[in-house]
C-alpha cells in the first residue's frame, strides 16, 4: 500500500475512532442523564399521586362527615334504632345525597354490615355489605373496591358513623379511582399513569387496567410485571416493550396499592415513555454518522492534502533516485521546505550532485587511463613491427656499406621482412579502425542453439591442435529453444570471441561449455571455461576496451562482445574464481522488436 | 245528548218558595256563588300534556301502537271503536248502538250509530266501517248490510265486542295516505315523534268536549314531565309506576289506574334441556316480588305470579308470589350452570336496571348466576300493558305482545275455568315469570277538572275541562 493510502487511512481511521467515542460517551451520558431524570420524574410523580390521593381523601371525608352529619343520615339512624327500617324510604336516599356530595360511592349500612340505601348499586338494599367493620373506624380515606367482585371498581373512601341511640349507622362514601383520576394528574410529557384493579387470586386481566385515556391496548405485555407485584407485594420496576420499536419502550415503576386489611386492591403503574431517549439516541447517532461521514470526508480532503504534502517530495525524490538508478545522474528535486523533507531534498540533490562529479571525474580517469592504455597498447603494438623495420633498414645500410655483394641478396630479404612487418602493422590499424566502425545488427530469426553448434564446429580443429593440451568442448543446449531476434553474424563473432577467450584461458587444456537456456523474455547463452580464472579487479575491467590480461592481443574481443550484446538490448555478465575457471553469461531478449534494424 | 258529569243545579219546580229563599241566600254570600260557579264545567283553554311515549305515527292500527299507554290515550282522542268497555269490562254502545249474535258466537251484527261524520267531512257508513275493520283484521269477514255490520270469524268469538273495543279497531278512513276517525278531537298540528295539537271538534257525536285544543309534548322523560308540572308549563303528566309514591306525597294530585301492566321476565327461547325447567322453576322462586315492588317500584304495582292482576282474573292468588329459596336451591342441586343466563332489559329505562339488579341478587341467593345486558339475552325484562278490561282479550293480547302462542279457550264457553287453565297452560310453559302489575299514573295540576283516569288507566279527555286559575285557591 502506497504511504499516502495509509497515511489516508490512518487519517480517517483516527476521525472515525474519534467520532465513535464520543458518540458512545455522548449517548451512556445521555442515557445516564435521561435514566436520572426518569427517576426523579417517576418519584414526583409518585408524590404527586399520593398528594392527590391524599388531597382526595380529605376531600372524600370532608364529604363523608357532611353526609353523616345530615339530617338524612340522622333520621335514618334514629329509625334504625326503632327496628328495620323501611328500605323503601331509602332507595334514592344515598344516591340523592350522593350526588349532592358528588361521592361516586355512598352506602348506609347498619352495625351488621346490612345495607340500607346504596348509591352505586340501589338493589342491594337488605343485603350485607362485603367490607370488613372493625371496631374502630378508620379516621382517613382508604382504598376499597366496589361493585361486583368479579368486575370491581377501585374507590378511594371514608367511613364515618353516626351515633343516634345504641344501633350506629355507618356512612360509607368513596370517589371512584379510574381513569378520571390518572387524568387529573399533571403529567410531564413523555409520562403516564396507569391504573391496575386488582381482583382476588385471578390472574392478570387485560380489561383491569386503565390510563387516563381509557383502556391500553396490548396490556398482556405488562402481565409479568403485574404479577411480579401481586406476588412480591412490592415496588418494582421494569421496561416493557410494546411493539418491536424502541421508541414505544416505557419504563413502568408499579406501586402496590393496599386496602384498609392490607389486601392489594390495586396496582399505580408510572410509565416513562422511552420515546425521548431512543429519539435523542437516535438523533446522537445521526449527528454521529454525519459528524463521522463529514470528519471521513474531510479527513480524506485533508489527509489527501497532507499526504500529498508530506509524500510529494518523498515520491519525487524516488522519481529521481529512479532517474539516477536509470542512468540520469543530474536528476535533481526541488527542495520546497526547510523541514526534514527538505533536508533531505537538498541532501538528495548534493549526493546527485556529487555522484555526477564524481562521475565526471571518473570518467575524465577512465578516459586518460583508456587514452593511455591505448596509447601503451598502440604503442606495444607499433613498436613490436616498428622494431624489425628500423634493424631491416639499418642492414641495408650497413649491407650496402660494407657488402654491396651481399646487398642485392640482403636487400631481396630485407624487403621481405619489411613487407611483412608493413603488412602486420596494416593488420593492427585495421583492428582498431574496425573496433572503432562496430556495424549496426541487421535483425532476423535466430535459432541460438545452430550458431553456438556452428561456432563450436569452427573451432573443433583448434580444441584438439596437435602439440597443444586437448581442449573438450561441451555443448549443453536447450531443447525446444525458441528463435530470437538478432544479427546471426554477429552473434556468431560473440559467441567466437568469448570461445577464443576461453581457449586463451586454458593453456593446459580443459572443458569447454556451451549451455542455453531460456525463460519467457530471454534467452542465456553461458561460455564457461576451466580455466586460471580471473581476480575480481580483472572481472571488473574486463570490458574495457584495449584491456587484455593475455600478452597477446589487442584488448577489444570482449569489449567487442559487449557492444554487440548491448547493439542487441541484452547484457554480459562474468563471474570468475581464481582457479576455478570463468563463466560468461549473455542475456538477450526474444523479441527485439523495438531495437532498430 | 250533553254529558254534564260534574255539578248541577237542580231547580225544584215545587219549591218556589225554597228558590226564592236561595237566590235570597246567594245574593247575601256572594262568594258562595263564585265557589259554586268554579266548579261548573267550563269551555275552552288548552290543555297541556306531556308523555314520554314519542310514536311517530297516528295510525292506531300500526303494529305496537297499543303497547304503551301513551298511545292509547292517543287513539281514543282522535278515533272511536264499535264498543267501549266500562271499568268492569263490559262492553258498551259507542259507534256501534247495538250488537247480536248467533248462538255459536261465529257471526255478529252491530248496528251503526246514525248521524257521525269522520273528522274530514264524510258521514260513517256501515261500508266505512266494514272497510276499516276489514283491513286490521283479513282473516275476518266483514260484511255492510244497510246500517248494520256483520262480522263473521271461523270460530266462536264469544269476546269479539271486547275485541272491537280494542284500540286496533278504530274505526277510520284513509284517503290520499291520509286517516280520518270519528273521534272527539282532529289534528292541526303533527310533528312525529314530537308535538300532537288536537282541536275539539264542534260536531262531535257524543258533543264537543269542554276544552278547545290539547297541546301534547313528546318523548320527555319522567323527570322532564315533572319538572314541566313543576313549572306550570303541562296540565297532564304520565308518572312513573316507583315515583308514584313519591309525586303523591309532594302535595302532587296524583290520579292512577289499578295494576294493569304486566312486568315480567321472558325467556326467548323455549326450554332446551331437562335442567332448564328446574332452573327457570329456581329462577322464580327466587325472585323477591315483594320487596321489588315496595322497594324498588315504591308500592307502584302489586306483586303477582299470573300474567292477569288479581282484580281482572279474580284467581291471580292461586299463583303463588313469595320467595322460597330452600326450594331453590334444592332444584338447582346437582345442577351444573354452564354459563350465565343473560338478562336484558331497557337501557333507556332508569328502573329497569335497578329492578334487574335486584333479580340478580335474589337469583345469586339461589346460587343462579345472571349476567345484566341491555343487549341481546337468554332472558329479557319487559313491561307490557294490558289492552283489554275484558280477561279473555287481555289474555290473548298479552301473549301476542309476549311472543307466546296464544291461549286456548275452551269452545266458545267465556268462563272463568277456562281462562284459568289458559293462564295456567302459558305459566307452565315457564316461557315467562310474572314479578309484578304495575299501575299507571298521571300527576295533573289543580286547574285539571273532572279527570277520571279508568281502571285500565285510559284518559278521557273530553270529559275533562279547565276551571279558571287561581279559582281553587282560598
Not at chain 1, 651481399?406 to 608493413?422: M, R
Not at chain 2, 257521525?116 to 256501515?126: E, R, V
Not at chain 2, 270519528?182 to 258533543?207: E, I, M
Request: proline share 6%.
Amino acid at each position: 500500500m502506497k504511504f499516502r493510502r495509509k497515511l489516508l487511512a490512518v487519517f480517517a481511521l483516527t476521525v472515525f475512532l474519534s467520532v465513535a467515542t464520543v458518540a458512545l460517551i455522548v449517548s451512556a451520558m445521555t442515557r445516564r442523564s435521561f435514566e436520572r431524570a426518569n427517576a426523579e420524574s417517576t418519584t414526583a410523580l409518585v408524590a404527586q399521586f399520593r398528594r392527590e390521593f391524599n388531597r382526595r381523601g380529605e376531600e372524600v371525608v370532608r364529604r363523608v362527615e357532611t353526609v353523616a352529619s345530615s339530617e338524612s343520615a340522622t333520621r335514618m339512624a334514629l329509625k334504625l334504632n326503632h327496628g328495620t327500617p323501611d328500605y323503601s324510604a331509602y332507595l334514592d336516599e344515598a344516591k340523592s345525597l350522593a350526588e349532592n356530595q358528588q361521592l361516586d360511592f355512598l352506602e348506609f349500612v347498619d352495625n351488621q354490615g346490612t345495607i340500607i340505601s346504596s348509591a352505586q348499586s340501589p338493589a342491594t338494599f337488605g343485603y350485607k355489605d362485603n367490607f370488613a367493620f372493625t371496631a374502630n373506624v378508620p379516621k382517613d380515606a382508604f382504598l376499597k373496591q366496589e361493585g361486583p367482585s368479579e368486575d370491581p371498581t377501585l374507590a378511594l373512601s371514608a367511613i364515618r358513623q353516626v351515633n343516634v341511640g345504641d344501633r350506629p349507622l355507618y356512612v360509607i362514601g368513596g370517589r371512584r379511582l379510574d381513569k378520571d383520576f390518572l387524568a387529573s394528574l399533571e403529567l410531564p410529557t413523555g409520562m403516564r399513569a396507569l391504573l391496575y384493579r386488582n381482583v382476588g387470586d385471578i390472574p392478570f386481566a387485560p380489561q383491569f387496567l386503565t390510563d387516563a385515556s381509557g383502556p391500553v391496548p396490548d396490556a398482556d405485555r405488562i402481565a409479568q410485571l403485574i404479577e411480579q407485584v401481586e406476588r412480591q407485594r412490592q415496588e418494582t420496576t421494569a421496561l416493557v416493550h410494546w411493539s418491536s420499536n424502541p421508541a414505544d419502550d416505557e419504563t413502568l415503576h408499579a406501586i402496590p396499592l393496599n386496602g384498609q386489611a392490607n389486601q392489594l386492591l390495586g396496582i399505580l403503574l408510572v410509565g416513562s415513555s422511552r420515546r425521548p431517549y431512543v429519539e435523542l439516541r437516535q438523533h446522537i447517532r445521526s449527528a454521529s454518522l454525519l459528524a463521522g461521514g463529514a470528519g471521513m470526508i474531510l479527513a480524506i480532503l485533508l489527509s489527501g492534502w497532507a499526504a500529498a504534502r508530506v509524500t510529494r517530495p518523498v515520491e519525487e525524490l524516488a522519481r529521481a533516485a529512479r532517474e539516477v538508478a536509470d542512468g540520469n545522474w543530474n536528476a535533481q528535486v526541488t527542495v520546497q521546505s526547510t523541514d526534514e523533507l527538505g533536508e533531505l531534498a537538498a541532501s538528495f540533490n548534493r549526493m546527485t550532485h556529487e555522484l555526477l562529479e564524481q562521475k565526471e571525474r571518473l570518467v575524465q580517469t577512465e578516459r586518460v587511463a583508456a587514452w593511455r592504455e591505448l596509447a601503451r597498447r598502440l604503442a606495444h603494438e607499433l613498436k613490436n613491427p616498428l622494431f624489425p623495420l628500423q634493424l631491416t633498414v639499418e642492414n641495408l645500410l650497413r649491407a650496402r656499406q660494407q657488402s654491396p655483394e651481399q646487398f642485392e641478396e640482403i636487400f631481396q630479404e630485407s624487403s621481405s621482412t619489411l613487407l611483412a612487418e608493413i603488412s602486420n602493422l596494416k593488420t593492427i590499424i585495421s583492428r582498431f579502425s574496425e573496433f572503432s566502425r562496430m556495424p549496426q545488427p541487421h535483425l532476423q530469426s535466430v535459432n541460438l542453439n545452430e550458431v553456438v553448434q556452428n561456432v563450436a564446429r569452427l573451432f573443433q580443429a583448434q580444441l584438439h591442435t596437435p602439440g597443444h593440451p586437448p581442449i573438450e568442448c561441451k555443448l549443453e543446449l536447450a531443447e525446444s529453444m525458441q528463435p530470437i531476434t538478432a544479427d546471426p553474424e554477429l552473434m556468431h563473432r560473440v559467441f567466437s570471441n568469448l570461445v577464443l577467450n576461453a581457449m586463451d584461458a586454458m593453456p593446459e587444456g580443459g572443458v569447454l561449455t556451451l549451455h542455453t537456456h531460456q525463460n519467457d523474455e530471454h534467452a542465456f547463452i553461458e561460455v564457461s571455461d576451466t580455466g586460471t580464472g580471473l581476480t575480481p579487479e580483472e572481472c571488473e575491467r574486463l570490458f574495457t576496451p584495449y584491456y587484455t590480461s593475455k600478452t597477446h592481443g589487442t584488448g577489444l574481443g570482449l569489449a567487442i562482445v559487449q557492444s554487440v550484446v548491448s547493439d542487441h538490448g541484452g547484457r554480459v555478465s562474468v563471474r570468475s574464481e581464481p582457479g576455478h575457471g570463468t563463466t560468461f553469461e549473455i542475456e538477450l531478449p526474444k523479441n527485439n522488436r523495438n531495437l532498430s534494424s | 245528548m250533553r254529558r254534564i258529569a260534574s255539578q248541577s243545579f237542580a231547580v225544584s219546580s215545587l219549591l218556589g218558595a225554597t228558590l226564592a229563599i236561595a237566590m235570597f241566600v246567594m245574593a247575601l254570600f256572594p262568594m258562595t256563588t263564585t265557589a259554586n260557579a268554579a266548579t261548573r264545567p267550563r269551555y275552552g283553554g288548552t290543555l297541556r300534556v306531556a308523555m314520554q311515549t314519542a310514536p311517530t305515527s297516528l295510525d292506531p292500527t300500526g303494529p305496537g301502537s297499543s303497547e304503551w299507554f301513551g298511545s292509547r290515550n292517543l287513539s281514543h282522542l282522535m278515533f272511536d271503536t264499535l264498543i267501549t268497555l266500562d271499568n268492569n269490562g263490559k262492553p258498551q254502545p259507542s259507534l256501534a248502538t247495538s250488537w247480536q249474535s248467533e248462538p255459536s258466537h261465529q257471526r255478529w251484527q252491530f248496528s251503526i250509530r246514525r248521524g257521525i261524520t269522520f273528522q274530514d267531512g264524510t258521514a260513517l257508513t256501515s261500508d266505512a266501517v266494514a272497510a276499516s275493520l276489514r283491513a286490521v283484521n283479513p282473516t275476518w269477514k266483514v260484511l255492510s248490510s244497510g246500517e248494520a255490520v256483520i262480522v263473521e270469524r271461523d270460530s266462536a268469538a264469544p269476546n269479539l265486542p271486547a275485541e272491537l273495543a280494542l284500540p286496533r279497531n278504530s274505526v277510520l278512513r284513509r284517503e290520499s295516505g291520509k286517516i280520518s276517525g270519528t273521534g272527539p278531537f282532529t289534528v292541526t298540528q303533527w310533528d312525529p315523534g314530537k308535538k300532537l295539537v288536537l282541536a275539539a271538534r264542534d260536531d262531535y257525536w257524543a258533543g264537543r268536549p269542554f276544552i278547545d285544543s290539547i297541546e301534547i309534548e313528546m318523548g320527555k322523560n319522567f323527570h322532564d314531565q315533572m319538572i314541566a308540572l313543576d313549572l306550570g308549563r303541562a296540565d297532564v303528566i304520565e308518572v312513573a309506576p316507583d315515583q308514584l309514591h313519591r309525586t303523591n306525597g309532594e302535595n302532587n294530585r296524583v290520579e292512577h289506574s289499578d295494576p294493569i301492566e304486566l312486568m315480567a321476565l321472558v325467556f326467548t327461547r323455549d326450554r332446551q334441556s331437562t335442567d332448564d325447567g328446574p332452573i327457570r322453576e329456581a329462577l322464580a322462586l327466587s325472585i323477591d316480588r315483594e320487596s321489588l315492588n315496595k322497594v324498588v317500584l315504591q308500592s307502584g304495582g302489586e306483586p303477582s305470579a299470573a300474567l292477569l292482576p288479581e282484580w281482572i282474573s279474580g284467581y291471580a292468588f292461586v299463583f303463588p308470589a313469595g320467595v322460597d329459596l330452600a326450594r331453590a336451591r334444592q332444584n338447582l342441586a346437582g345442577l351444573k350452570q354452564s354459563a350465565p343466563v343473560t338478562l336484558g332489559y331497557d337501557s333507556a329505562d332508569p328502573g329497569a336496571r335497578v329492578v334487574v339488579e335486584r333479580i340478580v341478587l335474589n337469583a345469586h341467593d339461589a346460587g343462579l348466576s345472571l349476567q345484566p345486558t341491555s343487549g341481546a339475552a337468554d332472558l329479557r325484562l319487559v313491561r307490557i300493558p294490558l289492552v283489554s278490561l275484558n280477561a279473555h282479550v287481555a289474555l290473548t293480547e298479552l301473549t301476542k305482545s309476549l311472543g307466546l302462542p296464544p291461549p286456548k279457550f275452551n269452545g266458545n264457553s267465556n268462563s272463568e275455568d277456562d281462562l284459568y287453565a289458559a293462564e295456567n297452560t302459558l305459566l307452565q310453559s315457564q316461557r315467562v315469570i310474572p314479578l309484578l302489575h304495575l299501575r299507571t299514573a298521571s300527576a295533573l295540576q289543580a286547574s285539571v277538572k273532572n279527570w277520571h283516569e279508568a281502571r285500565d288507566g285510559n284518559w278521557s279527555l273530553p270529559d275533562v275541562w279547565l276551571g279558571t286559575p287561581g279559582a281553587d285557591k282560598p
